[in-house]
């Protein structure tokens, strides 16, 4: 079982950074690959950003590339997610999430983090 634990959510006004942090641990930790997960009220989780196992690859939603850099450090069993030039429709719960196999979708992670709320002020 992998466990998964963010943190490094906070309040920031819209321009500003963030950089969110997710500490991996449990069997083969670094060879899932890993996502960023966002959730904001009344709405479904969408899919943010996710890296490979080697972090060797990374794909983004549509809305944050250019912004949100997400990476990871296998010795370490870290992923990151800079998050810059933040707008108010990135406020939401970010979570942390790890499976064997990359994907867009949530139904393909196994294992979830407990959340960081990340707001995004005017």
């Known amino acids: 079982q992998v466990q998964l634990v963010e943190s490094g959510g906070g309040l920031v006004q819209a321009g500003g950074s963030l950089r969110l942090s997710c500490a991996a641990s449990g069997r083969a930790a670094s060879s899932y690959a890993m996502a960023w997960f966002r959730q904001a009220p009344g709405q479904v989780r969408e899919f943010v950003a996710a890296i490979n196992w080697s972090g060797t690859s990374t794909f983004y939603t549509d809305s944050v590339k250019g912004r949100f850099t997400i990476s990871r450090d296998n010795a370490q069993n870290t992923a990151h997610l800079q998050m810059n030039i933040l707008k108010l429709e990135d406020t939401a719960v970010y979570f942390c999430?790890?499976?064997?196999?990359?994907?867009?979708?949530?139904?393909?992670?196994?294992?979830w983090g407990q959340g960081t709320q990340v707001t995004v002020s005017s």
């Open positions: 999430a790890a499976g064997l196999y990359g994907s867009t979708a949530k139904g393909n992670y196994d294992y």
